[in-house]
């Protein structure tokens, strides 16, 4: 028993039962859980097992389960409690929360329903893979802005949509303010735009591509224009530097030969007044 003591535990506060119900469905829950479910649905008129959807009018009247009540006496007397569920499975901040938990912490929602207009955690979404009437609601990733996906005119899914008017219509619509408009379904624009966006993307990239290629080709450019301007410049001032160089050693060759004039004409001087000098001595 303590295996399948997860059978004994109400779908809507994920704790053993207490005060069990059963309903029409088969479905069991606890009185008080299943009371406040319902006490949502009075405007509509119209109950449903939070499981698999199923829709009760008028209201059911809820008698206790007698024999499902003492089995879970006896699961208590045993000390055995439903496991709570792991913390990260909580809705925090910025986490879309089950609809159907209750309690003051709700569990984190997994997915959203597009025809129940309800958003599901793990434990209260099976009904949508079980039952088979739920299986065809159509499920999206948990959202909180569901009643955008909503016609504000009609109740009714945005799954239209009209190309006449730009934007997202239902059903209704097109037999009323948007008849004779051009329309396709909403999953085949997604499509088209989908398309569109990736033709848009490939032409920026290929742009992108040849701008790169155009700035690698002018970098290359500049590159080869330094290169000629260093090699112009060489052959420009290389000859006007090596003329220069040729001057200064002519100029230095010619100082030599002064200096070397000058010392002969000392030389010279020198051998004309020796003889004088000697006979005046």
Not at 56 to 73: D, G, M, S, Y
Not at 152 to 173: A, F, G, M, N, P
Request: aromatic content about 6%.
């Amino acid at each position: 028993m303590a295996e399948n003591q997860e059978l004994f535990c109400c779908s809507i506060c994920l704790d053993l039962l207490m005060d069990p119900v059963t309903t029409a469905c088969g479905h069991s829950y606890c009185m008080g859980c299943i009371k406040e479910s319902w006490d949502q649905d009075v405007l509509k008129g119209v109950y449903s097992c939070p499981q698999c959807r199923e829709t009760f009018t008028p209201r059911p009247v809820l008698k206790r389960n007698t024999v499902l009540a003492e089995v879970v006496k006896k699961l208590k007397k045993t000390g055995l409690q439903a496991a709570p569920p792991p913390a990260q499975c909580f809705a925090g901040p910025g986490d879309v929360a089950c609809d159907f938990c209750t309690g003051t912490r709700k569990q984190k929602a997994l997915m959203s329903c597009l025809a129940c207009l309800a958003s599901y955690c793990e434990t209260h979404l099976q009904s949508h893979y079980e039952s088979p009437a739920l299986k065809k609601h159509k499920l999206v990733k948990a959202t909180a802005q569901l009643q955008e996906k909503i016609c504000s005119h009609h109740d009714k899914l945005l799954e239209v949509y009209c190309r006449t008017d730009q934007q997202c219509i239902c059903y209704l619509c097109t037999m009323d303010e948007h008849k004779g408009h051009h329309t396709v379904s909403a999953a085949a624009e997604r499509t088209e735009k989908q398309r569109q966006l990736g033709m848009s993307q490939q032409k920026v990239q290929q742009r992108f591509q040849e701008r790169e290629k155009e700035l690698k080709e002018l970098r290359q450019a500049v590159k080869s224009f330094k290169v000629s301007i260093v090699d112009q410049r060489r052959h420009i001032i290389l000859p006007v530097s090596s003329n220069e160089r040729e001057r200064l050693r002519e100029r230095e060759r010619e100082r030599e030969r002064e200096r070397e004039r000058e010392r002969e004409n000392l030389l010279q001087s020198h051998y004309v007044w020796t003889p004088f000098r000697e006979l005046t001595a």
